[in-house]
Structure formats: C-alpha cells, structure tokens
C-alpha cells in the first residue's frame, strides 16, 4: 500500500488520498481496505470513507481513492453512507460517545451537590 497523493480540504475537514494498493488473489473487500489505512495513518476507522476502488485489468493492483475526516459529525453531514454494516457501526459509535458523555456529566452534578451540602 502506497499513499501516491493526499490532498487537505479545509472546508470539509477532511484529507484525501490516492491509494496505489498491490494484492494477490481478488480484489480486497472495503474493509479490509479500510483495516489497511487504520493501521498506515493511524487514525479511528470510523472516520475513513472508502469513495473508489479502480482495479487495472488484467493487473494485481487498485488505485483506492479515500477521505478521512477529522470529525464524525462533519462526515455525517456531508457523506451519505450506503454501506450497512457500516452504518451500524457509525450509530453504535455515535451511541457509545453519547453515553459516556451523559455519565460524565451525571458524575459531574454529583461531585457539586456533595459539595453544596458539605457547605451547608
């Protein structure tokens, strides 16, 4: 896998990459593409939008054109995602952050009414 060009879209807070990727075998499947770039750019895999994937016939290898974005909530709003599984994933994320954020506050309220009750 080799990064041939990355571009910054600071409007839309997100890079995007021009893949040369080299396989055996059939074409890769999207996420085993998508597993590929996490492990190269080291960033969460919810955040990677796999747009293309040109195969060169008669060839072993694929150009992958991808986005990566720095927010979730900015590729919500700009991306319309077709892939299912990849949905779900999405809402699961989106789900979990938005507990852990209720229960940080919870815990957050607790700690200052204990505080005004110590006071009075």
């Known amino acids: ?9 600071p409007l839309l ?3 995007e990459y021009s893949i ?3 396989f055996e075998g059939s074409t890769p499947k999207t996420d085993d593409i998508r597993q590929q770039i996490v492990s ?3 960033v969460p895999k919810e955040k990677i939008i796999i747009k293309k994937i040109d195969q060169i016939y008669g060839e072993r290898k694929a150009i992958v054109y991808a986005y990566v974005y720095d927010d ?7 991306e319309v995602i077709k ?8 809402a699961e994320e989106k789900k979990k952050k938005l507990e852990e954020k209720k229960a940080k ?3 957050s309220q607790t ?5 005004e009750k110590t006071k009075e």
Not at 1 to 9: F, P
Not at 83 to 90: E, G, P, Q, S, V
Not at 111 to 115: L, S
């Open 1 to 9: 896998m080799e990064i041939i060009k990355e571009i910054r879209s």
């Open 13 to 15: 807070n997100r890079n």
């Open 20 to 22: 040369n990727l080299v």
């Open 40 to 42: 190269k750019l080291k």
């Open 72 to 78: 979730l909530k900015v590729l919500d709003d700009v």
């Open 83 to 90: 892939n299912k599984k990849y949905k779900k994933a999405l």
């Open 105 to 107: 506050e919870a815990a």
């Open 111 to 115: 700690v200052e009414n204990g505080q």
